[in-house]
């Protein structure tokens, strides 16, 4: 087995002077907004489209002497964009989890992140010892700046630890703080826990740093319990890793009507070196190996029974960290994702890589591209032969094939239904066609050093829409709006953020009409408010989360 650890592949270079940073990373306390401002309508927004779009990301790296240095790390910023009767505001508010008030309390920044180590002035040389002993769960903060997602009609800030934080939708504080661990024997989880139809049930994924006990999936019913929402989770399917002293790095799932959907990939947390980082000091980063040689290994677990369908996919080597879909047809899992090469990716989002690449007159080809990939998975191989394609989805070129000499192993290949031009991350469909068929994918560059824009994705005709942003901005994640009563897929809006990245150049929230993909309306800030680059979010219409 050949790896190699992402340390050695690639060190941050020093981070340039604040002055020369994109401005989406220069945000402080003063950018902390404790009322909503009214942006500048161009375009008509439509009088139907009534509720919030909230956001969530890094957006503060820089504290005292110190700053992040890689595009996780920074402290979560929460965005509310509210819309009503044709009329957008806009509230921007720094998370006040305990991590940032530690941080500003001393001026400096303080604990362990992914690129990053900054020791805690108040723990003893024998408390960092005793450590060693009783290691704590890696970068357990309560920072949790990666999604907001809504569970019943309450809002839940989350990263990819068990700390979750419930949100005032008001002014976007912390109302409350939850730990899974209480409930759960997880040490890292999932940012992206998906939901039943029904909205009864959440579905998380979280990762236990033992290999036998290494993938577990989630089941958290829907509870009236005011005091703890997440009290009744249960793990319903556990799954031991592949390897004995690594365990797969995982950011996201899928889910079908019957279910889980996980991706075991070579981008490895090693458990003997994740035991001992707090003791080193080491950034989590240092515990990442790739086995470099090594293929994906699709996993699908029965939601009800958390039985493991006894057929083994394995796909050439690659690096996922965004599910857009999976669903079940004519006895076959269908999955859709944005595929990486591999999965230097996430050693090149160091910000001074970042800050390389969204220079144009540089053209810096730093940072990895995403490419459209669908793999298909029978369900059976019964009468399977030998080098015999599985796969009977029309016109799909995904291949599953029996691997020689074995019974229950199949060899998978994507189908790469878009060209390879169109280079994207952050997918995203229409909500209501979670775990179930969908035609439809959006996506964007992000931080991408290519043309920026974001796309639709037409998997039925393999058709591609976009929009086209400047190089002044960065386009984020494209959240589709239904209208109300519509039946077709793409009946709505899409909202993106698209943030500025100079000075005096304002950020504005564009809205898409779905169908031809064409801007309909902007809601732009002032100039003078920075605005921090988010991941991920969602949009609600409920009257008891939304603010007009």
Known sequence: MSEYTDNTDKMPGPLPPKDELPLFMTLDEKNHMEKPVEPVITGDVPNWLTGSLYRNGSGIYHMGNDSWNHLFDGFAVIHRWTVHDGKVTFQQSILDSDHYKKCVKHNRLIGQNFGAYFPDPC?????????????????????????????????????????????????????EKYELTNALTVHMGTAHPLKSLDGKYMYYYGTHMNARQAYNFVSIPLSNDASNPFAGAKVVGRIPSRWKMNISYTHSFGITENYFVHLEQPMTLNLPKMATLSVRGSAISEAIICHENEPMHFILVHKE???????????????????????????????????????????????????????????????????????????????????????????????????K????????????????????????????????????????TALSCGVRRLMKFDCETKEVKDWISDDDHCPGECIFAPRPGATAEDDGVIMCPVISQKANVPSFLVMLDAASFKEIARATVPADQKVSFTFHGFFSNKKSVHVP
């Open 405 to 444: 000499g074995t019974t229950d192993t199949l060899d998978i290949t994507a189908d790469f239904l878009f060209d390879a031009s169109y280079n994207f991350e952050l997918p995203r469909i229409n909500d209501d066609y979670t775990g179930r068929k969908h035609r439809y994918v959006y996506g964007g």
């Open 305 to 403: 029974t958390g039985e493991k369908v006894p057929i083994k996919y394995f796909a050439p080597h690659g690096f996922v960290f965004h599910f857009a879909n999976c669903y079940e047809e004519n006895g076959q899992v269908i999955a859709d994702m944005a595929l990486f090469d591999n999965g230097k990716v996430i050693k090149s989002a160091y910000l001074d890589s970042i800050v390389k690449c969204l220079d144009p007159s540089k053209k810096a080809e730093v940072l990895p591209d995403a490419v459209f990939a669908r793999f298909v998975m029978p369900l059976s191989v019964k009468d399977a032969k030998e080098d015999v394609n599985l796969v009977t989805v029309p016109g799909s070129s995904a291949t599953a094939k029996l691997r």
């Open 123 to 175: 723990k003893s040389v024998f408390s960092k010892f005793f450590s060693y002993f009783i290691p704590q769960p890696p970068g357990k903060s309560d920072n949790t700046g990666v999604n907001v997602v809504e569970f019943g009609d309450r809002l839940f800030a989350m990263t990819e630890t068990p700390s979750i934080n419930e949100l005032t939708p008001e002014s976007l504080n912390v109302k």
